[in-house]
């Protein structure tokens, strides 16, 4: 299979934040990726800031050092990587001062796209926001690309989506998740509006739950402190893993264009029921030889949950009576994020009593390795009468469309080429984001009021027991991990 890389348009791409941890790691290397498959055009320019004094020189080798780092060596050449660094240059700003503002407007040029990523702590949004219209450097159909987390509950992120919009307007904003930008949350939306298979039982009436389930295998050292202060639920839950529900939930859009999937998306998570209390498990990890959750985040009496499980029923016709479960957490067993429909059983067995009823699994994986499988009953082959066993119609992107079709852009370069293309489907609207906490709040709120207490779970297991039981009340199991 040949890979079809369309150019962007030129651009000058402004990093705020160029010299962090999340640039280095992968805004960076992500842009030499796309650098090297031929999607950037000759006159494209990526210019980094951050109040480091340091040379364009220095930066380069600065971003050649987190291209080695970063990506393996058969993602890398010498070549590509000289010839990347030329379109890089670096200006000295201060987000909140005055240095560095005019030199970064005389290398900006009117003639192309200008996008500025604010790649800096939210805090700093404003301050850069305002500098870029008070030195006249954003034009008024610049872009601008902010990173979660997009506030820590509904009041912070109102005032976030107000200090931006108080400079830019909403179709300039893009918020970045990475988890939209991966092969196969866009091949979900292929897999549902593409094909007439899978619509008519898109609903109710056949499906009998999904399950959504992001499970991490590392904890949370390193960034203990953060985590600490904002949990499983807002860190996955409230954006992640709701845009997920969302885009499985939705009704089929009229256009595959951005206002009109988001204004379907927002529509799943006001359908949202509130969640009863009983319907959510939150756990934290204990270490056995490794540190433990408490331990991690250096705060013995913290409430903050590493894992969370509930049961979410959304109140709109499509989907009555079929409950999704989602699953989060840290120190799981095993690296692991899918989306998984379950079909209703057979209504009735035509077959022996051992047969029993069957029924479909269709699950899309995000990671490790992206690819969407479906789960039907066949014959076993052989003399051994009718005998039925479940067998995948499994099709990994390099099995089935070549070894070049599994090495499908990362989230993030996909992503940052979509914001140059101008195009915002995968990023949230800011009415999206506020829903989404709007139907957060009042959970963390009820915790808190309470001062509930996590459950303990193993590291390196599938989460407590007690996320075991709110599946086996329901006669249901969760997914392996
Ligand atoms: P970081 O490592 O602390 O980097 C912050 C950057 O901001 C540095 O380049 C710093 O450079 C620059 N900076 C700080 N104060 C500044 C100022 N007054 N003016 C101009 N530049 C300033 O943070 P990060 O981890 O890269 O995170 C950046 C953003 O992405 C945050 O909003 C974070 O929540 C979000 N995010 C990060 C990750 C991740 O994996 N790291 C994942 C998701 C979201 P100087 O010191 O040279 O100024």
């Given at each position: 299979?040949?890979?079809?890389?369309?150019?962007?348009?030129?651009?000058?791409?402004?990093?705020?934040?160029?010299?962090?941890?999340?640039?280095?790691?992968?805004?960076?290397?992500?842009?030499?990726?796309?650098?090297?498959?031929?999607?950037?055009?000759?006159?494209?320019?990526?210019?980094?800031?951050?109040?480091?004094?340091?040379?364009?020189?220095?930066?380069?080798?600065?971003?050649?050092?987190?291209?080695e780092t970063f990506l393996p060596p058969g993602k890398r050449d010498a070549e590509g990587l000289r010839a990347f660094q030329e379109?890089?240059?670096?200006?000295?700003?201060?987000?909140?001062?005055?240095?560095?503002?005019?030199?970064?407007?005389?290398?900006?040029?009117?003639?192309?796209?200008?996008?500025?990523?604010?790649?800096?702590?939210?805090?700093?949004?404003?301050?850069?926001?305002?500098r870029l219209h008070k030195f006249g450097i954003a034009r008024s159909d610049a872009r601008i690309v902010v990173e979660k987390p997009f506030g820590r509950d509904l009041k912070s992120a109102r005032e976030l989506?107000?200090?931006?919009?108080?400079?830019?307007?909403?179709?300039?904003?893009?918020?970045?998740?990475?988890?939209?930008?991966?092969?196969?949350?866009?091949?979900?939306?292929?897999?549902?509006?593409?094909?007439?298979?899978?619509?008519?039982?898109?609903?109710?009436?056949?499906?009998?739950?999904?399950?959504?389930?992001?499970?991490?295998?590392?904890?949370?050292?390193?960034?203990?402190?953060?985590?600490?202060?904002?949990?499983?639920?807002?860190?996955?839950?409230?954006?992640?893993?709701?845009?997920?529900?969302?885009?499985?939930?939705?009704?089929?859009?009229?256009?595959?264009?951005?206002?009109?999937?988001?204004?379907?998306?927002?529509?799943?998570?006001?359908?949202?029921?509130?969640?009863?209390?009983?319907?959510?498990?939150?756990?934290?990890?204990?270490?056995?030889?490794?540190?433990?959750?408490?331990?991690?985040?250096?705060?013995?009496?913290?409430?903050?949950?590493?894992?969370?499980?509930?049961?979410?029923?959304?109140?709109?016709?499509?989907?009555?009576?079929?409950?999704?479960?989602?699953?989060?957490?840290?120190?799981?067993?095993?690296?692991?994020?899918?989306?998984?429909?379950?079909?209703?059983?057979?209504?009735?067995?035509?077959?022996?009593?051992?047969?029993?009823?069957?029924?479909?699994?269709?699950?899309?994986?995000?990671?490790?390795?992206?690819?969407?499988?479906?789960?039907?009953?066949?014959?076993?082959?052989?003399?051994?009468?009718?005998?039925?066993?479940?067998?995948?119609?499994?099709?990994?992107?390099?099995?089935?469309?070549?070894?070049?079709?599994?090495?499908?852009?990362?989230?993030?370069?996909?992503?940052?080429?979509?914001?140059?293309?101008?195009?915002?489907?995968?990023?949230?609207?800011?009415?999206?984001?506020?829903?989404?906490?709007?139907?957060?709040?009042?959970?963390?709120?009820?915790?808190?009021?309470?001062?509930?207490?996590?459950?303990?779970?193993?590291?390196?297991?599938?989460?407590?027991?007690?996320?075991?039981?709110?599946?086996?009340?329901?006669?249901?199991?969760?997914?392996?991990?």
């Open positions: 299979m040949v890979s079809r890389v369309i150019p962007v348009d030129p651009f000058d791409l402004v990093i705020f934040g160029a010299t962090g941890d999340l640039a280095r790691r992968k805004i960076l290397p992500g842009l030499y990726r796309r650098f090297c498959d031929g999607q950037m055009p000759p006159e494209a320019r990526i210019i980094g800031a951050a109040r480091t004094e340091q040379d364009s020189a220095a930066f380069a080798a600065q971003v050649a050092e987190a291209v379109r890089l240059s670096y200006v000295a700003v201060d987000a909140t001062g005055e240095a560095g503002w005019t030199e970064l407007k005389e290398a900006m040029r009117d003639d192309v796209v200008q996008a500025f990523y604010f790649s800096v702590a939210p805090s700093l949004f404003g301050a850069l926001a305002e989506n107000a200090t931006l919009a108080a400079h830019f307007d909403e179709t300039q904003i893009y918020r970045i998740d990475h988890y939209l930008g991966k092969e196969t949350v866009q091949n979900l939306m292929a897999v549902r509006f593409g094909n007439t298979l899978f619509e008519p039982l898109w609903n109710a009436q056949y499906v009998d739950h999904v399950q959504i389930t992001v499970a991490e295998e590392v904890g949370v050292g390193g960034r203990g402190a953060y985590y600490d202060r904002s949990g499983a639920m807002r860190d996955m839950v409230q954006n992640p893993l709701m845009q997920l529900l969302c885009l499985t939930a939705m009704e089929p859009p009229a256009h595959f264009e951005p206002s009109a999937v988001r204004d379907e998306k927002l529509k799943v998570i006001r359908a949202l029921d509130p969640v009863a209390p009983e319907h959510i498990v939150r756990g934290q990890y204990r270490g056995g030889a490794d540190p433990s959750y408490l331990e991690d985040v250096e705060n013995d009496e913290s409430l903050t949950e590493s894992f969370i499980a509930m049961k979410l029923h959304i109140a709109n016709w499509r989907w009555n009576g079929t409950p999704f479960y989602l699953r989060t957490g840290k120190r799981m067993k095993a690296r692991k994020s899918e989306i998984v429909v379950h079909f209703k059983k057979t209504p009735h067995s035509i077959f022996d009593a051992d047969a029993g009823s069957r029924s479909n699994v269709l699950s899309i994986r995000l990671q490790p390795d992206e690819g969407i499988d479906l789960r039907v009953t066949i014959k076993e082959p052989g003399p051994g009468g009718m005998r039925l066993i479940d067998v995948p119609l499994d099709m990994s992107f390099a099995d089935a469309l070549g070894p070049e079709a599994a090495d499908v852009p990362d989230a993030y370069e996909r992503l940052i080429m979509d914001v140059i293309r101008g195009n915002q489907t995968l990023f949230m609207r800011g009415d999206e984001v506020e829903a989404a906490w709007a139907w957060t709040d009042p959970i963390i709120q009820d915790w808190q009021r309470r001062a509930d207490r996590p459950v303990p779970y193993a590291a390196g297991g599938t989460g407590p027991e007690e996320a075991a039981i709110l599946m086996h009340r329901d006669d249901r199991r969760w997914r392996e991990i």
